[in-house]
């Protein structure tokens, strides 16, 4: 599951920076240049549809990474990922309406309760495993969904709140594809932050505690804390994400947020491929392409009259096909497609490795 | 969702009995029909779990296909309710043979989370499927079979409707068949031993898979009595599988892998749940079963019930 | 005379990557007490769930080589299959069923076909040759001691009605006494019932008192084979796993003289 990306080789490092650069070969920076061009240059030319389609992507990247970092490295189940996304999405709310508080305050604020939530959402990881954590932190998601609808009606938004577009310097943050980039500047920065944590200590205890706990403990890591430090951090991130959401969409109400929300999140590390950030990416994207994808497809049938209605069951119905499909054909998702792809060209014209020592 | 009385007696001319006798007389039934519906659906959780370690999260999903096939049955034996009833809980259990054999079969042996994430995939495309095939809205099955739900008065002026009593009565027949089962037939003590160590079953000859697919019907079966019981005291909507969820915390606070912990359970949460909503906020209802929950993960992580060493072995 | 377990030369592969078994050939007749002997880590009990068809659960395979039973293939078989045929598998962690009593686990045990209404005969013979199970009926067995749990693995084994059994490390944390105790109903049971035994062991000493073949394995491979008289005499099993030095103090200067003697066959 933590295989590195094959390297090339004839690389020959003569310093520690060369050796920890994230980027070590000419293909891999060059690639990276001709993406980031492609990136930018994006928004000048779609149209208005796929720019609201690639904010959502990136939007969805932030809290794919971070659960990624929680249960793809890190190794904690967590169902309650909607539940931090409504939290910070609702402090953002909250505080733009009973004080009109400016993004800048509004966005600290979203990643504080991130904090708070992800300490006590990380709690009981330092009791329970597996099936029995992923029941808590579904718990956990109900509750904090519950003190959300509480809030809606004692005050009155039971149509949800109304959230004004964020200020950068007397600006207002409507355009499209200002959006973009605000975003795409987002998910970049969640990467790098993810990168980085996975390259330090932080990372390596993660994996450690991941693969044989009694083993990191006798090692000398502190489960607990680093537990901790995996919940909180994830969290923070994923709070923030929610704010960013509430000020893109404009609006938050509690049904957004239900437990569908937590399975997609779980299903884009699953179907992106678990323990990878390439993963979360991709499966970000996925799944957040696919309800439109389906709709696409629908057009191209006949009687789409009856269907178009259903839409939202087709949906329903398909998305959980896929996740099937996925689990019982590729778990290793689709960095496993990815990483099958690149063994097949790396190693035409053989088709496998040879079993080591074989005597043959 | 249910049928359960309000504990204040409708007004009736002349006679404000208001007592807290009779107060505390229906809520204590109130307790008893939303502790059967929970039991009812629990052990179809425990069941699956005791025997292969799988969390089957499609439960509630699986539960309300039970009751739209009731909807189907009713229209094509229309006239014969009996029939209807019969053929529906028949379709349930080959339901849920099928999803062993064509779905969580190909899942043994891979890793507890991608299975049980399997049944959660597996809920909702189920969901999706019933909302194509059915549509959204509320049905009523017992005007399809032509069935009526009158409500009894009981002693002190509790009231309970019909099939509220025959889910309770149902309940604790399920119960005992399987407590004889699991006890005493062949195969019950083969599910027992399945559950307990795999690989030594099999070496003994035991065929898990025919275990685990017994497992899966067994479990499709309650989660079917449960379901069409239900539509037909309250109606169907596609939310409920909602409940099948909320039953979820009533297993594992009695323990997952014991029969004997799920009635517990679920008496426990539905207590907590009929009490919270009466005396303090009728909202905490969806949230009162995982409140109960999350003190238990707290206190005692394996449920009351439960073996310990479960704990650790995810 | 045919043998009645065939298993010539398998090689069997984990993960599609670990080679842990190469080249094996063993083979048990009928009546037979087999030994494999080794140490750690040498590949007996992949082996031996390679023949009864455990192997896909640590995803491991049998990729060269046949195993043969009766005439039959059964290599990379399901498990109950396997023991339907009547090849049994006594394992060595987790033998018995820790929370059923001793009754329910020897209940609990499919015969091989057609012999379903033996049930009770099955029974009387397993207390027959464990007669201390009769007494410990309604013990539960994750309460039995160690010797007592060996003889409920065994019994629920022969309830099975098997014409094969695997043991593996049948003396495995057991006091020399007992272990004797167990090696001798083990042959009562082949001689009273012809049940060929195939028996997986560390402490060789025990294992060729009553065996009457035995293979020593290293490594994945099979080094030496022969029938009692001949492995016991062999200078280097006497050395090396029956701890008997010939005599004379050895240091550890005489250790390239300790490498360069194991030289095995193959």
Redesign the interface.
């Known amino acids: 599951m933590f295989r590195p990306a094959p390297r090339a080789s004839g690389y020959l490092h003569t310093g520690y920076g060369e050796d920890i650069a994230l980027l070590q070969t000419r293909t891999e920076r060059a690639s990276l240049a001709v993406f980031a061009i492609l990136l930018a240059v994006f928004p000048f030319l779609a149209s208005p549809f796929a720019l609201d389609l690639a904010c959502q992507v990136f939007l969805a990247s932030v809290g794919a990474l971070s659960l990624m970092l929680l249960t793809g490295y890190a190794g904690q189940?967590s169902l309650g990922h909607a539940g931090l996304i409504a939290a910070g999405a609702f402090t953002t709310g909250i505080l733009a309406r009973e004080i009109s508080a400016p993004f800048w305050i509004t966005l600290p604020a979203s990643a504080l309760t991130g904090i708070v939530l992800g300490f006590i959402f990380g709690l009981?990881s330092l009791?329970?495993?597996?099936?029995?954590l992923?029941?808590?932190t579904?718990?956990?998601h109900?509750?904090v969904?519950?003190l959300g609808?509480?809030y809606e009606?004692k005050r009155g938004f039971s149509t949800g709140i109304v959230v004004d577009p964020p200020r950068f310097a007397g600006m207002k943050l409507t355009d499209g594809r200002a959006w973009y980039f605000v975003l795409l500047a987002a998910a970049v920065v969640s990467l790098l932050i993810c990168v980085n944590l996975l390259r330090s200590r932080s990372g390596r205890a993660w994996q450690a505690l991941h693969v044989r706990e009694t083993v990191a403990e006798a090692l000398g890591i502190s489960v607990a804390r680093y537990k901790l430090l995996a919940f909180v951090i994830s969290s923070s991130m994923t709070s923030v994400a929610g704010c960013l959401f509430a000020y893109y969409r404009g609006f938050v109400s509690i049904e957004a947020f239900d437990?569908?929300l937590s399975?997609q999140y779980?299903?884009m590390i699953?179907v992106g491929g678990m323990g990878s950030l390439l993963g979360a990416l991709l499966g970000a994207a996925f799944i957040t392409v696919f309800p439109y994808l389906i709709e696409a497809l629908l057009r191209l049938l006949p009687n789409v009259q009856k269907?178009a209605g259903?839409i939202?069951?087709?949906?329903?119905?398909?998305?959980?096909?896929v996740?099937?499909l996925f689990?019982?054909f590729e778990?290793l998702g689709l960095v496993g497609i990815w990483h099958r792809l690149q063994n097949y060209f790396l190693l035409w014209p053989f088709r496998y490795k040879p079993l080591a020592g074989a005597r043959k | 969702m249910t049928r359960l009385h309000h504990p204040l007696p409708a007004e009736e001319e002349g006679d404000r009995s208001c007592s807290t006798s009779g107060i505390a007389l229906q809520l204590v039934v109130n307790i008893i029909v939303l502790g059967s519906i929970y039991a009812l659906i629990a052990c179809g959780y425990v069941l699956i779990y005791r025997v292969s370690r799988v969390?089957n999260l499609a439960h509630g999903e699986l539960m309300m296909l039970g009751a739209y096939l009731l909807l189907a049955t009713a229209s094509l034996f229309n006239g014969h309710p009996a029939i209807a009833l019969a053929a529906a809980v028949l379709l349930s259990l080959l339901a849920g043979a099928l999803v062993y054999v064509f779905?969580m079969r190909?899942?043994t042996?891979?890793m507890?989370?991608?299975a049980?994430?399997?049944t959660?995939?597996?809920?909702?495309?189920?969901?999706?499927?019933v909302?194509?095939i059915w549509?959204?809205q509320q049905q009523y099955p017992a005007q399809a079979l032509g069935v009526a739900n009158p409500s009894f008065s009981l002693f002190g002026g509790a009231r309970i409707s019909f099939w509220s009593a025959v889910l309770v009565a149902i309940t604790i027949a399920v119960y005992g068949a399987l407590f004889g089962f699991l006890r005493f037939g062949?195969w019950g003590?083969?599910m027992?031993?399945a559950g307990?160590?795999p690989?030594?079953?099999?070496?003994?000859?035991?065929?898990?898979h025919g275990v685990y697919a017994l497992a899966w019907c067994l479990s499709t079966l309650t989660g079917a009595f449960a379901g069409i019981l239900m539509a037909l005291d309250s109606g169907l909507t596609s939310s409920m599988p909602i409940i099948g969820?909320k039953a979820?915390?009533a297993a594992?606070v009695g323990g997952l892998d014991s029969l004997a912990g799920a009635l517990a359970g679920a008496l426990i949460v539905a207590g907590a749940e009929v009490l919270l909503i009466y005396y303090v906020d009728p909202?905490?209802s969806?949230?009162v079963p995982?409140?109960v929950?999350?003190a238990m993960?707290?206190v005692r992580?394996w449920g009351l019930f439960g073996?310990r060493e479960e704990?650790?072995r995810? | 005379m045919t043998a009645l377990l065939q298993v010539d030369k398998i090689e069997v592969v984990y993960k599609r990557a670990i080679t842990a078994v190469q080249g094996v050939t063993l083979s048990v007749a009928e009546r037979q007490i087999v030994a494999v002997l080794g140490t750690n880590g040498a590949g007996k009990t992949t082996t031996l769930r390679a023949i009864?068809g455990?192997l896909?659960?640590d995803d491991a395979r049998v990729t060269e080589g046949t195993i043969t039973f009766k005439g039959t293939r059964i290599d990379n078989g399901l498990?109950?299959d396997i023991?339907?045929r009547g090849i049994?598998?006594v394992?060595e962690r987790?033998?018995?069923?820790?929370?059923?009593t001793v009754a329910?686990n020897l209940?609990?045990?499919?015969?091989?076909a057609g012999s379903s209404s033996e049930r009770h005969r099955l029974n009387e013979r397993t207390y027959h040759f464990f007669p201390r199970l009769a007494d410990l009926r309604s013990r539960t067995a994750g309460l039995l001691s160690g010797g007592e749990r060996q003889m409920l693995a065994i019994g629920?084994?022969l309830?099975?009605n098997p014409q094969l059994l695997l043991v593996d490390e049948l003396s495995l944390g057991l006091a020399p006494v007992v272990v004797q105790d167990l090696t001798r109903r083990l042959t009562a049971i082949r001689n009273e019932l012809g049940i060929a035994v195939l028996l997986v062991e560390q402490s060789a000493a025990a294992a060729l008192e009553i065996s009457d073949y035995a293979y020593v394995m290293e490594n994945g491979r099979i080094v030496l084979d022969g029938d009692r008289e001949r492995l016991k005499s062999h200078q280097d099993v006497q050395e090396f796993y029956l701890g008997q030095a010939g005599g004379e103090r050895r240091s550890y200067r005489d250790v390239k003289q300790y490498r360069r003697s194991r030289r095995w066959y193959g």
């Open positions: 189940i009981p009791r329970l495993r597996g099936l029995y992923a029941v808590s579904l718990a956990l109900f509750v969904i519950y609808g509480e009606t437990l569908f399975i779980v299903a699953i269907l259903e939202f069951a087709v949906n329903y119905a398909a998305f959980g096909l996740m099937i689990l019982i778990p | 969390l779905l190909k899942m042996g891979e507890v989370l991608a049980i994430l399997t959660v995939a597996l809920g909702i495309l189920i969901r999706g499927a909302l194509l549509s959204a062949r003590m083969r027992r031993a307990q160590n690989l030594l079953a099999a070496q003994r000859g035991i065929n898990l969820l979820f915390p594992l909202l905490l969806d949230v995982f409140l929950l999350i993960l707290v992580p073996t704990l650790d995810v | 009864s455990f896909g659960i498990p109950h023991a339907a049994v598998l394992p987790e033998k018995v069923f820790p929370n059923l329910e209940a609990a045990p499919v015969p091989r629920a084994a309830m099975c």
